[in-house]
């Protein structure tokens, strides 16, 4: 054990910010212990100097975020958010500056963690980001250091806890996204502009770190199908429960013969499995390592403690000199692999045609089906109303993603068919 | 990346041996760039060098496995097993010579796992054992290097793959244990000599390592509770089904207002939970945080592919130079923290008497247990036998351990009570 204390640049002083000045003041000893030296916050910074505040912050302050870059400290930490703006000024000139980097921020590493773990790596400096998916969970240790030696082929995850809140809510209740949104947004479970959550931007952001690290992929939103749940409805997710499904918002990257598989969707995934039983704001990730059999994380994935905590554990990390490239091969060696080509993904699907109650109406979905060689395993069309709108929900044998989307597309253009068909496909959990 | 290998010298070509030659010839190349260097076995040791295997073994070639020690490797990987004999003397012998060492001996370490840190540490040597504990599930990392920020107060698991199978079985089957133990051992689930596995022996060498991890306590089997499975029955897992349970072995280290509190015993889980949802061999553990929440992990814990996956990761590690503590604080640091009294834990309980059914025999087993002041929150009963033996099952509500011990010896002296009773606590999932 030296006494040199790491010295830490603090920028964001918010929620995660403030848990992670209040828990290293707390746990200061044994944290040293385990660091091998003491850790010590020199400088931070906030929008707000003089908003009132739960932590002293008896640091150097500074209005500027990125001046913390040229300050002495050895390690900034940066929780500022935003995918480009000062949080990517910061990052970048405290990479040129010779100091280590700790972030939350997978929007920013979505967007620019190939050129910033280039320029970490030059300077052999860590870029490291336990924060930014899962929140507590280890997953981004886990996929980095532990489950290497025979490789990842899939990692599918519930990675947004906004939405398996809602989700969850939901089911629980037979109350409408929109209403359960609301209800969520007063309890401070949702934003107050939940589009990045609700809209699975934030899993897809997640989702290309963990694929990443799992498989060696720059990361790359624009491989991504991404899709939120605001078209979920009560009755979705009852037929989901009847089949003895849930409906969860996964992200899930899968190597496959024709490339790699990224994509967020909503999915049913079978009750009784790991994934298909996460409720609430929780998250959870299963990473299948062929030859090693499935592995399964669950944990806290947002709010103050389970993120200030992965944090810290970076910066104990760096402070043992643990530093090691940020996606756990060298940023170079990071390579845009092969998109499986939109659609060319298999699953059985369920499907929910809300049609006019007319004579033939069936018939008609089934053919056009049948035409794209989607075949049906068991039918739901509940009570009849001649001449109204009625469900009529299907189960599909596996099929591919883009043979229901084709069906569909003729589906919806049907003269009874009265909205879009939903279509959602079934996932291992 | 430089080109000088790490250079492995192998102790034990059993399973998880002839595992790790596999995957390090296999995926050399991928592993090489995680490590950043080439991981090169150059020497082994095993019992008959002249046994068939199914992997290459074009490496120098020692009969006596100590003699590793002395060889040019830079690490050591001890897969002998015994927490004596030649792997103590290998392990030993090896730190001495200022050779890095990993090994999956859990029984090595829970007796000797402090004085072999102590050893490590004062050649700053690395003293890795991911595999001892949980097989692939990166358990060990996790307790080690990321729940560290608010510190872990309870850690229970589904430690020994064995005794998940037989319990899963028993419930599927409804066949008593000697029977389903007979098949596991037929079917390679079990060992010919099952007792370290079904007496909970196992489970305790792993669970000292999880609490020395997470409480910083030196590994100490002498403070723990051990109780094994072969008194379940059937009728035991067929009363808990009816309650919503399942029964587990669990390893439970939970810091107490009492001291550290360690055992080993059959649980009542319930189900739905994810350690009351573990079926068959896997392994799982959950590890309470306290303000971070609690995270569970699961995944195979035994087996050829997990455990020398597990191996692999911890030679990743020391190739790239992540050394730290073994236990994550300084062995000298460990410290023998204070016990929690026997007894002295508190829980419900399923308690199960075999009685004649004469009249008055559960007026007598209800006053012994008020004496204790154990009170009942249901019961059953099923069936009437007049002069016959029958089962009286009872929940509790949460009560000491100390006091249920108490109040069952001196029901199990009624002249009407048959067998020996038997508790089980009820513990979380």
């Given at each position: ?78 929780l500022i958010g ?5 949080a990517l000024a910061?990052?970048r000139e405290a ?335």
């Amino acid at each position: 054990m030296t006494d040199r204390p790491l010295r830490i640049a603090l920028a964001g002083l918010g929620t995660v910010g403030g848990g992670v000045v209040k828990a290293l003041g707390a746990r200061a000893r044994e944290l040293a212990v385990r660091a091998g030296r003491p850790l010590e916050i020199v400088a931070g910074s906030a929008r707000d100097r003089r908003k009132p505040r739960e932590f002293p912050t008896a640091f150097a302050w500074s209005d500027d975020p990125v001046a913390l870059a040229h300050g002495d400290a050895d390690v900034v930490v940066e929780l500022i958010g935003g995918e480009d703006g000062p949080a990517l000024a910061l990052v970048r000139e405290a990479l040129k500056e010779g100091k280590h980097v700790v972030t939350a921020n997978k929007a920013l590493l979505a967007r620019h963690g190939t050129a910033l773990a280039v320029l970490a790596e030059e300077k052999n400096l860590a870029l490291k980001f336990e924060a930014a998916a899962a929140g507590g969970i280890p997953i981004v240790k886990a996929l980095r250091e532990s489950l290497i030696a025979y490789g990842v082929v899939a990692v599918r995850g519930i990675l947004n806890g906004t939405c398996n809140y809602i989700l969850t809510q939901m089911e629980a209740t037979g109350r409408p996204f929109a209403d359960v949104l609301k209800d969520a947004q007063k309890l401070g479970y949702a934003e107050a502009d939940p589009t990045l959550d609700v809209g699975g931007g934030d899993t897809a952001h997640k989702l290309a770190l963990l694929a990443a690290l799992a498989f060696g992929a720059a990361p790359d939103l624009g491989a991504m199908a991404v899709q939120g749940i605001a078209h979920i409805t009560p009755e979705d997710i009852g037929f989901a429960r009847e089949f003895g499904y849930r409906i969860k918002l996964l992200g899930i990257a899968k190597m496959t013969a024709q490339g790699l598989d990224q994509r967020v969707q909503p999915a049913m995934v079978s009750a009784g499995t790991p994934l298909g039983d996460v409720n609430g704001a929780f998250n959870a990730v299963v990473a299948d390592t062929g030859a090693a059999g499935p592995f399964f994380f669950e944990g806290r994935g947002a709010g103050e403690a389970p993120t200030a905590g992965a944090v810290i554990a970076d910066l104990v990390d760096i402070a043992r000199g643990n530093i090691g490239p940020a996606f756990g091969i060298p940023a170079r060696a990071l390579t845009a692999l092969p998109s499986a080509p939109h659609g060319s993904a298999t699953s059985a699907f369920y499907l929910r045609f809300q049609v006019l109650d007319v004579p033939g109406v069936l018939a008609e979905i089934a053919g056009r089906l049948a035409e794209w060689r989607v075949s049906i395993e068991s039918m739901i069309q509940r009570g009849r109303a001649p001449g109204e709108a009625v469900s009529i929900v299907m189960i599909t044998h596996e099929t591919s993603h883009g043979a229901v989307e084709g069906a569909l597309q003729t589906i919806a253009a049907l003269d009874h068919v009265m909205a879009p068909p939903c279509m959602i496909p079934m996932e291992a959990g």
